[in-house]
């Protein structure tokens, strides 16, 4: 679907985005987190076209953004984190604007604009001028413009950016419905946002892409966390094959493979209960986002190499 290709992009003397690479499948929903000035924005809008890179290809199913640029351009849809809109049209005309720019026509245009507003519940602002809407709506009318028109790619600069908790749930629920058909990237400073509603995600630190990974295996840390009755040293001997270690919780038991969870969770409960202890808590240890997204953050010269960039083909 989408494929980055050591992408750059210099001002002067300076790399915002240093040769950055990643391919993006069908229907995924990517969050793409970094610092203020961690090059987020940059990527985005070379994405879009609406910024070249300096170096490097993009391609959108397979057409080259440089070699064919409206090609690739009529099958986004882009939320720039300040959209510019023209503050004394109203709701309707501005969409309508906005469909006639994207190429709609007659019943095509009024059928994208119908759904647009439906999907971000703008109906009651329609002949409201966009300059007497509050933040949450003009962000939700940014929302309607990049609908138009059922894109493939969706590139969202925070989605969220002041919504309510009602409308942010709101919209959560519209890109995880969206993305049934089309792929969405997403940049936002909240963590939760891509928690709740991410597949994978890319991290940004100093212009270079340091971690690539789908959130599930970003959270398994290959271990279980165990709260016994029993000593480290008796549970030791239950199972010697298995490395156990303290923990400020009870004990961590290290998984020789990150998929068999299940199994060595089944057996350590056995081998406690046949030695006669209590099993107060046997859960797999959780790596946090906002921790992941703080270390890489802190330590530019971590990358996570192969084994960090895993993501579905």
């Known amino acids: 679907m989408i494929n980055v290709k050591n992408l750059a992009r210099a001002y002067g003397d300076f790399l915002a985005v240093n040769g950055v690479s990643f391919d993006i499948s069908d229907g995924e929903i990517v969050g793409l987190l970094g610092h203020n000035g961690a090059g987020k924005t940059t990527i985005m809008k070379m994405l879009s076209g609406y910024l070249e890179p300096s170096a490097g290809s993009i391609s959108i199913e397979g057409v080259d953004l440089a070699d064919n640029p409206q090609a690739v351009q009529a099958r986004l ?91 942010t749930q709101h919209m959560r629920e519209l ?91 089944a057996k350590i409960a056995r081998a406690v209960n046949e030695a006669g202890g209590e099993l107060y808590r046997l859960a797999p240890e959780r790596r946090d986002l906002e921790a992941v997204f703080r270390e890489v953050s802190q330590d530019g010269s971590r990358d996570t190499g192969e084994e960090g960039r895993q993501h579905a083909a």
């Open 77 to 167: 849809g882009y939320l720039p984190e300040n959209l510019p809109v023209y503050p004394d049209m109203a709701v309707a005309d501005y969409l309508d604007y906005a469909a006639t720019l994207k190429g709609l026509e007659d019943e095509t245009l009024r059928q994208a604009i119908r759904q647009a507003v439906r999907d971000t519940d703008l109906q009651a602002k329609l002949l409201d001028p966009i300059n007497t809407l509050s933040r949450g709506y003009r962000q939700r009318v940014g929302v309607a413009q990049a609908l138009l028109g059922s894109p493939r790619v969706l590139i969202l600069d925070e989605p969220t950016n002041g919504l309510d908790p009602t409308q």
């Open 175 to 265: 890109i995880q419905a969206l993305a049934r058909h089309a792929t969405v990237i997403l940049s936002t400073h909240i963590m939760q946002e891509v928690d709740a509603i991410c597949d994978r995600v890319l991290i940004l630190n100093a212009g270079k892409l340091v971690v690539d990974q789908r959130l599930d295996a970003l959270r398994n840390v290959g271990k279980l966390l165990l709260k016994t009755s029993l000593s480290a040293n008796r549970l030791r001997e239950l199972l010697p094959e298995q490395m156990i270690s303290e923990h400020p919780d009870g004990l961590r038991v290290s998984l020789a493979d990150a998929t068999d969870g299940d199994a060595l969770a």
